[in-house]
């Protein structure tokens, strides 16, 4: 196509069509991710390292939702099993319990602008000629392009913080001294934009058991991929 066959609303309708994506994949951008973002911890004591195939027992110490911790403990006890520890109601060797919580928070995001292509005015060219005897002055018009400015308002988002512990105990010190010895513990933290724990926990509890029985050498600050279901 050359360019006496351009129409006149060509331009307009690009930039409408390039604006239109822009918007759409700002939209896309920061309505939804891919990715959890978390913070994993653990500490574990060197001289009660507990290997499989060592027994465990899960137990319950959250009185506000039972329900909710039972969840997350049935997801704890499969991953044990599957890193090779026995689950055993009668003789464990260690204890596992949980604790969570889910806080609100709400945040400005302030206005952000961005640039596309497009019109941005109209310049005029003059010149001088000598024509016949006599002086001549033409002036020529044509179109300025450049880069428009687009601005997307501010607003107030909410997110959630999102917090699981887990405590491993040495069932025998307790069942013979009375005492409860913390042989391991560990805590992952995150923020996003669900407050149900139960979707962010498999990842958060797989990060986290990695951990167990010793560090596994990653970094504390992960990005970990949601799988599409």
């Given at each position: 196509?050359?360019?006496?066959?351009?129409?006149?609303?060509?331009?307009r309708?690009?930039?409408?069509?390039?604006?239109?994506?822009?918007?759409?994949?700002?939209?896309?951008?920061?309505?939804?991710?891919?990715?959890?973002?978390m913070?994993?911890?653990?500490?574990?004591?060197?001289?009660?390292?507990?290997l499989?195939?060592?027994?465990?027992?899960?137990v319950?110490?959250?009185?506000?939702?039972?329900?909710?911790?039972k969840e997350?403990?049935?997801?704890?006890?499969e991953?044990?099993?599957?890193?090779?520890?026995?689950?055993?109601?009668?003789?464990?060797?260690?204890?596992?319990?949980?604790y969570?919580?889910?806080?609100?928070?709400?945040?400005?995001?302030?206005?952000?602008?961005?640039?596309l292509?497009?019109?941005?005015?109209?310049?005029?060219e003059?010149?001088?000629?000598f024509?016949?005897g006599s002086?001549?002055?033409?002036?020529?018009k044509?179109?300025?392009?450049?880069?428009?400015?687009?601005?997307?308002?501010?607003?107030?988002?909410?997110?959630?913080y999102?917090?699981?512990?887990?405590y491993i105990?040495?069932?025998?010190?307790?069942?013979?001294?009375?005492?409860?010895?913390?042989?391991?513990?560990?805590e992952?933290?995150?923020?996003?934009?669900?407050?149900?724990?139960?979707?962010?926990?498999?990842?958060?509890?797989?990060?986290?058991?990695?951990?167990?029985?010793?560090?596994s050498?990653?970094?504390n600050?992960?990005?970990?991929?949601?799988?599409?279901?």
């Amino acid at each position: 196509m050359s360019m006496k066959e351009i129409p006149e609303n060509y331009w307009r309708k690009r930039e409408i069509i390039i604006l239109g994506f822009a918007i759409f994949a700002y939209l896309m951008f920061i309505g939804c991710s891919s990715y959890i973002e978390m913070n994993v911890k653990s500490y574990y004591d060197p001289e009660k390292i507990l290997l499989p195939p060592k027994r465990f027992k899960v137990v319950q110490i959250n009185k506000e939702n039972p329900l909710l911790e039972k969840e997350l403990l049935l997801m704890v006890k499969e991953h044990l099993i599957r890193k090779g520890y026995i689950y055993d109601e009668e003789k464990p060797d260690f204890l596992v319990a949980i604790y969570f919580y889910v806080g609100r928070y709400q945040y400005y995001v302030p206005p952000r602008t961005i640039y596309l292509p497009g019109k941005v005015g109209e310049k005029e060219e003059k010149y001088t000629g000598f024509i016949g005897g006599s002086n001549v002055y033409i002036t020529k018009k044509s179109e300025e392009y450049g880069y428009i400015p687009y601005t997307f308002g501010g607003y107030w988002a909410t997110t959630y913080y999102r917090n699981i512990q887990i405590y491993i105990v040495d069932y025998k010190e307790l069942i013979q001294r009375g005492e409860i010895k913390t042989v391991w513990e560990g805590e992952v933290e995150s923020f996003g934009e669900t407050s149900d724990i139960r979707v962010v926990a498999p990842y958060l509890l797989n990060e986290l058991l990695d951990e167990f029985p010793v560090r596994s050498g990653k970094p504390n600050l992960r990005k970990v991929k949601i799988e599409d279901k």
